[in-house]
C-alpha cells in the first residue's frame, strides 16, 4: 500500500504565502506524475498543478504566475508554492500520486487525506 501525506495547509491572510508538501510512502517502485487538487465548498474537484517524472509542468489558469509546483524524486515529496493568495483559493487541497509499485505493475491513483487552506482577513 502507500500513503500520502499533506501538510502546510492553515489560514492566511489575502496577499499571503504558504507552502504544502505531500510525502509518499510505502510500496513505491517509481512515481510518474504527482499533482494538487482542491475542492471548495459545493464545488467540483479541479486540478490547481501537476508535475511529470520529466517533462514540463501544467497550472490551472487561476493560478499561473503565483503558484509554483516542484517535487523530490528521491524523497517522494512534491511541494506546492502558493504567493499571492486570495480568498478564492480557500479550499481543501489534495495530494494526488501515480504510482507504479513494481517494475511489472500499471500505475496506481493515490489521494491524500486534503488540507485545509482558508485565504481571509
Known amino acids: 500500500q502507500v500513503q500520502l501525506v499533506e501538510s502546510g495547509g492553515g489560514l492566511v491572510q489575502p496577499g499571503g504565502s504558504l507552502r504544502l508538501s505531500c510525502a509518499a510512502s510505502?510500496?513505491?517502485?517509481?512515481?510518474?506524475?504527482m499533482a494538487w487538487y482542491r475542492q471548495a465548498p459545493g464545488k467540483q474537484r479541479e486540478l490547481v498543478a501537476a508535475i511529470p517524472s520529466g517533462g514540463d509542468t501544467n497550472y490551472a489558469d487561476s493560478v499561473k504566475g503565483r503558484f509554483t509546483i516542484s517535487r523530490d524524486n528521491a524523497k517522494n515529496t512534491v511541494y506546492l508554492q502558493m504567493n499571492s493568495l486570495k480568498p478564492e483559493d480557500t479550499a481543501v487541497y489534495y495530494c494526488?500520486?501515480?504510482?507504479?509499485?513494481?517494475?511489472?505493475?500499471?500505475?496506481?491513483?493515490?489521494w491524500g487525506q486534503g488540507t485545509q487552506v482558508t485565504v481571509s482577513s
Open positions: 510505502g510500496s513505491i517502485f517509481r512515481i510518474n506524475t
Open positions: 494526488n500520486a501515480e504510482v507504479i509499485q513494481t517494475w511489472y505493475s500499471p500505475s496506481t491513483n493515490y
